[in-house]
């Protein structure tokens, strides 16, 4: 009877033991996979829908950039503010980003996201081009970005991008989106002061239009949208992208924003 109670007794501590591995096993899974649903800082439980902390304040961001072809090429304009809810961040950011000698972008979105971004795209244009000895068009560097982006839909990666190109083809205009969008057109303008800027595009842009005349095009466009956007402002940033290059056309805009940023308020002429 001794011998009989002892055999029951092992089986049973073998049957917890095997409970309690199972119930180990079962944590550490339910543990991986809250872990893995941990991106970007946010953590969702499921089980229980719970969401993380939220931030104590909203991130509240908005921009005007835009894009058109004509005769000249491509113009890219957009203002230099980055705001920070009711906070400007800084009055003077770079939204049109060179990504190589013949490419632009325009940038929406996060501010770091973007230039991340802009960084990685234009390194893989790098070895692209000392791979193969030539660039990468204007939509293959699209389609790039965009495959690059999948990965990330629906976390809080946020770039809104139009690439702004041209070659001995012509100019292309493309525009790419972390949330998997990939247009190409010959006019977008995006942001939150992208409805005031179109009002303005829309019944000024053709085909014919001169350098001087795309310029002051789109600055007016900037200027109105920056008039009634809140997340828009301070100065306008004009590019041209033609089959030479990208050239700056707000020079003298540029050396007076630098002058009143470091202190020096004199005069600042346009060099040739």
Same mark, same amino acid.
């Given at each position: 009877?001794?011998? =009989?109670?002892?055999?029951? $007794?092992?089986?049973?501590?073998?049957?917890?033991?095997?409970?309690?591995?199972?119930?180990?096993?079962?944590?550490?899974?339910?543990?991986?996979?809250?872990?893995?649903?941990?991106?970007?800082?946010?953590?969702?439980?499921?089980?229980?829908?719970?969401?993380?902390?939220?931030?104590?304040?909203?991130?509240s961001h908005g921009t005007t950039t835009l894009a058109f072809m004509f005769q000249g090429? @491509?113009?890219?304009?957009?203002?230099?503010?980055?705001?920070c809810s009711g906070l400007v961040a800084c009055p003077a950011a770079r939204k049109v980003l060179p990504i190589h000698s013949?490419?632009?972008?325009?940038? %929406?979105?996060? =501010?770091a996201d973007c230039?991340?971004?802009?960084?990685?795209?234009?390194?893989?244009?790098?070895?692209y081009q000392l791979r193969h000895g030539r660039r990468l068009s204007t939509s293959g560097a699209a389609k790039l970005l965009s495959h690059m982006l999948h990965p990330f839909k629906g976390t809080e990666l946020c770039v809104a991008a139009t690439l702004c190109g041209a070659s001995f083809t012509g100019p292309s205009l493309v525009y790419v989106c972390s949330d998997g969008t990939r247009l190409k057109g010959t006019l977008f303008s995006v942001g939150s002061g992208s409805p005031y800027a179109y009002s303005i595009l829309d019944q000024g842009v053709h085909w014919g239009l001169s350098v001087d005349q795309a310029? %002051?095009?789109a600055r007016e466009a900037v200027y109105r949208a920056t008039h009634r956007?809140?997340?828009?402002?301070?100065?306008? $940033?004009?590019?041209? @992208?033609?089959s030479k290059?990208?050239?700056?056309?707000?020079?003298?805009?540029?050396?007076?924003r630098d002058? =009143?940023?470091?202190?020096?308020v004199r005069p600042v002429l346009l060099r040739d």
């Open positions: 009877m001794e011998l =009989s109670h002892s055999k029951a $007794d092992i089986r049973a501590i073998k049957s917890h033991k095997v409970a309690y591995h199972e119930n180990r096993r079962s944590e550490d899974t339910s543990k991986n996979d809250r872990v893995k649903r941990v991106h970007f800082g946010a953590c969702l439980d499921e089980a229980e829908g719970r969401k993380s902390v939220p931030l104590p304040f909203p991130m090429g @491509v113009l890219a304009a957009a203002d230099t503010r980055s705001s013949h490419l632009v972008g325009t940038t %929406s979105g996060t =501010s230039a991340l971004w802009k960084r990685i795209l234009a390194r893989e244009l790098r070895l310029t %002051s095009l956007d809140a997340y828009s402002g301070n100065c306008v $940033d004009i590019y041209q @992208v033609n290059g990208w050239t700056p056309q707000n020079k003298l805009q540029a050396e007076m002058c =009143s940023i470091s202190g020096d």
